[in-house]
């Protein structure tokens, strides 16, 4: 038979979601570095413009402390090039004593002289790490002769550090923003699954009611026969399947809606399923049930909390060859909730224990891989409990726990 969906741009496009993941993050990358390049080159580019601007101004403060330059250029000088820069923040220190000589664009008009003297330190610090200074030969008026070096520090504007700071800003929404299409991409698919597995899971419900309500008729009309009289066992044993068919029929129906729970004896409710079990796996299966308590309460959904057990009991047979024990035990911890335990003394995980409830993981040669990422999501999502692997180990066995609150 033809599959109706090949070819189709939606089963594509989630069978693809690897190769789509890593097409976003490349995207992001190339985004993020190409932004990351330009702009440090822009920077780079903008720094070297006001270091001129800095070289300029100390030759001019320079210039202007010679003996020889007019009182006409040395006020052009101090209004066109000293003055105007209200930018750059600039320090100038004297080399020998380490006192600053001037300030520009450091100080505050409100601050005391403590604040200045603190600040003047603190601002000077960073500019001695920032960037190299420029040195002032301060000349002799007498011979021409340096007498003494000043120094020029400065600090890179405010403008050009946010623009540095920039990219990686850029960078990091561009993160956010493809960690949220990620998430958005993930969810849809799941719920697109969701509504596959739904869809089939009332499909089947469905087709299995005809045939049902067949077989309920034949197990009326077995009864009445001559034949079956005195073999009420068989009759019995039949009528459970259909029982238990009802069930299954009943939870592939309520599959996407919220299960209602019930305050249920936990013990009486694994009693009847190991009860039910016992016919029905290898007779050299031995299966023990011990509770600290005959009172141990829970809110369950019983239908599907049986199916979780017997998921769970069946993988322990098979991982038996159908020969072992499998020990059920309940009791409740410090938080009051109910703790299962059911252990196997089966070839154990491997190694594997994570990945047991991922769906599709499975180490038989025949299955699906669903049975435990299912029960997962019926005692975490529909019981507000917790179901993990407590202990495994290579030819000793498995204890599955489940937690149910109280």
């Avoid at 109706?4 to 992001?28: C, E, H, M, R």
């Avoid at 993020?32 to 390049?37: A, E, K, L, R, T």
């Avoid at 600053?100 to 409100?110: C, G, K, Q, R």
């Avoid at 599709?360 to 019926?378: D, E, H, N």
Wanted: net charge neutral; charged share 20%; hydrophobic share 40%.
């Amino acid at each position: 038979m033809q599959n109706p969906f090949k070819g189709s741009l939606s089963i594509d496009f989630y069978s693809n979601q690897s190769t789509i993941k890593w097409v976003i993050l490349v995207v992001a990358v190339i985004i993020g570095g190409g932004s990351i390049v330009y702009t440090n080159r822009l920077v780079s580019e903008l720094k070297e413009g006001e270091r001129n601007n800095i070289n300029l101004w100390a030759k001019a403060i320079e210039f202007s402390s010679s003996p020889d330059v007019d009182e006409s250029a040395l006020t052009f000088i101090s209004a066109n090039i000293i003055t105007p820069d209200n930018t750059l923040p600039v320090i100038l220190v004297d080399s020998a004593s380490q006192q600053v000589l001037l300030s520009m664009n450091v100080l505050e008009d409100d601050m005391t002289i403590a604040e200045r003297e603190q600040e003047l330190e603190s601002v000077l610090e960073k500019m001695q790490r920032e960037n190299e200074p420029f040195p002032i030969p301060v000349r002799n008026t007498e011979d021409g002769s340096i007498s003494e070096i000043q120094y020029v520090y400065y600090r890179n504007s405010y403008l050009l550090r946010q623009l540095g700071a920039y990219p990686y800003i850029q960078l990091t929404v561009i993160g956010i923003f493809a960690f949220i299409a990620y998430l958005a991409f993930s969810y849809s698919r799941n719920a697109e699954q969701n509504r596959v597995w739904v869809g089939m899971a009332k499909e089947t419900a469905h087709q299995l009611g005809t045939p049902l309500s067949s077989l309920m008729a034949w197990l009326e009309y077995i009864k009445t026969m001559p034949e079956m009289q005195g073999r009420g066992d068989i009759a019995a044993e039949l009528e459970k399947d259909v029982q238990r068919l009802e069930m299954i029929t009943a939870r592939f129906s309520n599959i996407g809606s919220l299960p209602v729970l019930k305050s249920e004896n936990v013990l009486q409710t694994m009693n009847e399923c190991v009860d039910y079990l016992k016919p029905r796996v290898s007779s050299k299966v031995v299966f023990s049930v011990e509770a600290k308590s005959d009172n141990l309460m829970a809110k369950l959904n019983k239908p599907l909390f049986i199916w979780v057990v017997e998921n769970i009991v069946k993988n322990g047979v098979d991982a038996m060859s159908g020969i072992g024990k499998i020990d059920i035990r309940l009791s409740k911890n410090a938080n009051n909730e109910v703790l299962v335990d059911i252990a196997d003394n089966g070839k154990g995980i491997k190694g594997k224990a994570k990945d047991v409830f991922k769906p599709g993981f499975t180490t038989k040669k025949r299955g699906w891989g669903l049975g435990l990422a299912l029960a997962q999501r019926i005692i975490e999502n529909y019981h507000q409990g917790r179901i993990f692997v407590k202990s495994s180990q290579a030819d000793v066995g498995t204890v599955f726990r489940i937690v149910l609150p109280s």
